[in-house]
């Protein structure tokens, strides 16, 4: 146990019982490498404590009272239940095992998450994941979350520690048969002319904000026949013609590469949207959260950078 930590009742407890053990406050001091009047006082503080006698004192030795021999039974016990309890927390510390938390945004998770989750489980057999979506900011504490994987233009301070696993962007897209009926754009600015199917999230504007490789931007408030919080339904409302969308690289990345979207204004793109790992505290991070970590910086951060490249290729 760290030495800063060694205080209070729990220590007078050992002390005690080391006194008890040794049969002097002199022994009982070496062992602790304490003094043989801290070793008094310690167990002094715990008669005031107590209200009562442990031991009583000659000049040859230290005799326990009746009630400090149940109390030094008690102490044991105690004693042992902390060192149960801190054994076992070292372990989890050690050792991947356990209940682990995972939350991600939902199209982001089954496009990097749903792929090498069952390999992580395979990997990791000591563990039980529970894994849930949500599209909102993470309140890590009060869901009893261990990590949120969460996208964001920006963060704000939110008291969480925030591991910044690469980041990713929104393109425009939509159906061969929509660019047949409507035609395709050659200005960002003629998309006021279009039907806009908008995703509405908490993390990123509400209004389109483009940009393209000269730096330029562009950002207008699309009007369309739908608006909704998940891309999957603008990514199908999309492939069916129903207008332009906005919808980050992953979420489309499939339908593009099978022809089902086209890429409008292909020079045209939002900023970049990071992508976190969000954990409630920097410090103490146990066994089962840093080797989720390390998963999904092997395994997510060079898959968004592949995506990314696709379309810069493209």
Not at 123 to 128: A, R
Not at 202 to 218: A, K, V, Y
Not at 234 to 247: F, K, N, Q, V, Y
Request: net charge negative; hydrophobic share 45%; proline share 5%.
């Amino acid at each position: 146990m760290s030495r800063n930590l060694e205080s209070g009742v729990i220590h007078a407890m050992r002390a005690f019982l080391r006194v008890v053990d040794s049969g002097s406050f002199t022994a009982a001091g070496e062992q602790m490498e304490l003094t043989t009047a801290q070793v008094s006082r310690l167990v002094a503080d715990l008669e005031r404590r107590l209200g009562a006698k442990l031991l009583q004192r000659t000049t040859r030795s230290r005799v326990l009272t009746d009630v400090g021999s149940d109390y030094a039974a008690r102490c044991r016990e105690i004693i042992a239940l902390v060192e149960e309890a801190e054994a076992s927390a070292a372990g989890a510390a050690a050792k991947p095992q356990g209940r682990l938390r995972l939350q991600s945004m939902a199209s982001f998770g089954l496009h990097y998450v749903a792929p090498m989750l069952a390999e992580f489980c395979a990997q990791y057999p000591g563990l039980v994941v529970n894994y849930s979506t949500s599209q909102h900011f993470p309140d890590l504490l009060a869901d009893g979350v261990d990590v949120s994987l969460y996208l964001a233009e920006s963060l704000t301070d939110s008291g969480l520690t925030a591991k910044r696993l690469g980041t990713t962007f929104s393109i425009l897209c939509a159906s061969p048969h929509y660019i047949q009926q409507r035609g395709q754009p050659d200005l960002p600015t003629e998309l006021r002319e279009h039907d806009c199917l908008r995703v509405v999230n908490p993390s990123i504007s509400t209004d389109w904000q483009l940009t393209n490789s000269q730096d330029e931007s562009h950002a207008f408030e699309p009007q369309g026949p739908l608006v909704a919080d998940t891309p999957e339904l603008l990514l199908e409302m999309a492939m069916r013609g129903a207008g332009i969308t906005l919808l980050p690289l992953f979420t489309v990345i499939d339908a593009i590469r099978s022809g089902r979207l086209l890429r409008v204004l292909p020079d045209w793109r939002s900023p970049d949207i990071g992508v976190f790992a969000m954990l409630p505290s920097r410090s103490f991070v146990d066994a089962k959260t840093r080797v989720w970590l390390e998963w999904v910086d092997e395994h997510i951060s060079p898959q968004l950078q592949a995506d990314a490249a696709f379309f810069a290729k493209a």
